[in-house]
């Protein structure tokens, strides 16, 4: 099936540290989404990303829209234990043959915060 | 406002057999798309439904079907099931088609023995 890059692949860091990772891709996106997902649970959905070089805030959260459409950012500043679980990348394409939710998902970052 | 549901939570089911799988929307989506989770392959699209129409399709065999009711609702169903079908089932829904948020449900965990 079809994934886009992430890495890092795991992160263990110590809490208070920041944290960046990322999501390339082969295609150009017209949207980028960042989820976390927790053990047992659905996504949930963190930031979304719909221009080429935007940068979006939530909380301590930043993410960025690649200016080449190919790519996207994700970074967490001062890290808490509550920040654990995997995070995905997920890029969604224009189709021009119709209207389509369809989301391509990265392979995932698991990030562990160590107290 | 209530999240999207899925029934059930977990499933065991054996080689062969079928399964149904159903997902409430966000009150208010219309669209509904479904996602199989492996360790193996990650998230993979299985299908979309928007006003009862499947929207698209992902790469799966024709055992894997779905269907919307007028209602937003929407099922899922595997026919003949295969041990690699085990895997988590999500359901995502958003408040129309080409609206990029879309909102997932707990999942249903199929195991198939």
């Known amino acids: 099936g079809q994934q886009l890059n992430q890495s890092p692949q795991s992160m263990f860091i110590q809490e208070g540290e920041d944290v960046s990772m990322n999501c390339t891709s082969s295609?150009?996106?017209?949207?980028w989404l960042w989820y976390k997902q927790d053990p047992g649970e659905g996504p949930v959905l963190l930031i979304a990303l719909y221009k080429a070089g935007e940068l979006t805030s939530n909380g301590r959260l930043t993410a960025q829209f690649g200016i080449t459409r190919k790519d996207s950012f994700l970074n967490i500043s001062a890290s808490i234990p509550s920040d654990v679980g995997i995070y995905f990348c997920?890029?969604?394409?224009?189709?021009?043959?119709?209207?389509?939710?369809?989301?391509?998902f990265g392979t995932g970052t698991l990030l562990a915060v160590q107290p | 406002k209530a999240g999207v549901t899925q029934t059930p939570r977990y499933l065991i089911k054996t080689r062969g057999q079928q399964v149904t799988l159903s997902c409430s929307p966000i009150s208010g989506h219309r669209s509904v798309s479904w996602y199989q989770q492996t360790p193996g392959q990650g998230l993979q699209f299985l299908f979309e439904y928007f006003s009862e129409t499947q929207r698209n399709k992902g790469n799966f065999p024709g055992r894997f079907s779905g269907r919307q009711f007028s209602n937003s609702r929407s099922e899922m169903n595997v026919s003949t099931l295969e041990l690699g079908d085990s895997a988590l089932y999500l359901c995502?829904?958003?408040?129309?088609?080409?609206?990029?948020?879309?909102?997932f449900g707990p999942g249903t965990r199929l195991t198939v023995l």
């Open positions: 995502a829904s958003s408040w129309r088609d080409r609206v990029y948020e879309q909102f």
């Open positions: 295609s150009i996106f017209n949207t």
């Open positions: 997920a890029g969604q394409r224009l189709n021009y043959g119709g209207a389509t939710n369809k989301l391509i």
